[in-house]
């Protein structure tokens, strides 16, 4: 009974230093490093899935990314492959959003690729100039 004391006030003592050493916060997962491209998002698709909903229907719509230096050699999984634009929580964007935003085929928007190198977060992120981390 004394020796699982100890190991439970050994254990307390561990998480309260850890929690010190990062100053008060919790940091669950790490912290993440990630390397940033700029380029633009070239629309290569846009789609209506619904016609009701929140913001006038729903689309789909997809891009490819193009590094500004064209000298850029970029991970094969990024590489000519298209991907989905999402907006907030992941949902499909709205027609006010893609009317706000002058999302249409052939549009060109900028956009940073974002891939980790240090962490277990998110591996590959694509930011806007909407979202505020742009």
Not at 24 to 37: A, H, M, W
Not at 67 to 94: A, C, K, M, W, Y
């Amino acid at each position: 009974m004394v020796a699982r004391g100890r190991e439970i006030v050994s254990l307390a003592l561990m998480c309260v230093l850890a929690m010190d050493a990062n100053r008060g916060r919790y940091i669950v997962g790490g912290e993440c490093s990630y390397r940033t491209y700029e380029g633009t998002a070239t629309i290569t698709a846009v789609e209506r899935i619904a016609d009701s909903g929140e913001g006038g229907g729903e689309f789909a719509i997809t891009y490819v990314f193009h590094p500004n230096d064209q000298e850029t050699v970029l991970p094969s999984h990024i590489t000519g492959r298209s991907f989905s634009l999402s907006i907030g929580d992941g949902r499909p964007p709205t027609k006010h959003f893609v009317d706000t935003h002058r999302i249409v085929p052939g549009a060109r928007i900028p956009c940073k690729l974002k891939i980790i190198t240090r962490g277990v977060c998110t591996p590959t992120l694509f930011v806007f100039p909407w979202d505020p981390s742009f």
